[in-house]
């Protein structure tokens, strides 16, 4: 599984949101901006600023190909829930698809609050409600459910993105505008993409079906790319905040 691949298709998911956002925040006149849980540096290489940019990430492995991506950022491996900065550091902070894997959500966006000056921003870009995902054709619905299985098996809380909003006022964070990130496209993926997607999706499913019936529903999956008939849609939400 190439993770950093990745996590580039979910930046480019939601590289129009995240423009957004980051204007609404001021990126352009930012001076010092975190990414917590940045991964192998894909969004954090893709912003325009002149900021001097952070990111921190539990994992060690990822942080090290960050390095390779993000040259110029200064990376920190750490735990989102205690993060190593002195209080009022960032103009912006932010998370993209981070929250969901975290034990105390909460409590991350209370350290993210904790480390952005006064009139800073928080943002989280992207957090996904997988209980509600959508497959068409019918035969291809059990997917969701089990992926939802899956990842909270991993440890996940799959449904977190509904939430987000009120995890932002539990936080202490001022709320300015949440809602359901709305489709960068609706442009049938490419094989490349598709099969990227069934990657994550094997993935999330480790343990829980044989290869064979896996295998099944993978042909079912591409038959309906195929046929024009297949749709895929994880409700994803954004949630940006003032301190």
Not at 19 to 33: E, I, M, N, P
Not at 47 to 57: E, M, N, P, R, Y
Not at 122 to 127: C, I, Q, R
Request: aromatic share 8%; charged share 20%.
């Amino acid at each position: 599984m190439d993770w950093h691949e990745r996590f580039r298709q979910q930046a480019g998911w939601t590289r129009p949101l995240r423009d957004y956002l980051f204007t609404r925040a001021g990126l352009k006149s930012a001076q010092c901006v975190l990414e917590v849980g940045c991964g192998t540096g894909a969004v954090l290489q893709e912003l325009d600023t002149l900021a001097t940019l952070h990111g921190l990430d539990i994992d060690r492995d990822r942080l090290a190909e960050a390095h390779l991506n993000t040259p110029a950022a200064c990376l920190v491996q750490g735990d989102a829930h205690s993060l190593p900065y002195a209080g009022g550091t960032f103009d912006i902070t932010f998370c993209h698809f981070l929250l969901l894997w975290v034990a105390e959500p909460a409590r991350a966006l209370g350290e993210m609050r904790r480390v952005t000056r006064q009139n800073g921003a928080v943002l989280a870009v992207a957090e996904p409600d997988y209980t509600a995902r959508q497959d068409e054709p019918p035969g291809l619905q059990p997917l969701g459910h089990w992926q939802t299985q899956g990842l909270r098996s991993m440890g996940a809380d799959p449904s977190l993105g509904n939430r987000l909003a009120s995890l932002f006022h539990e936080a202490g964070i001022h709320l300015v505008e949440s809602g359901q990130m709305q489709p960068a496209s609706t442009a049938r993926p490419t094989p490349a993409e598709r099969e990227l997607e069934w990657a994550v999706l094997v993935d999330d499913l480790a343990g829980m079906l044989p290869a064979p019936d896996l295998e099944q529903f993978k042909q079912l999956d591409e038959a309906a790319w195929q046929a024009g008939t297949r749709r895929l849609h994880v409700p994803t939400y954004f949630a940006y905040g003032v301190v």
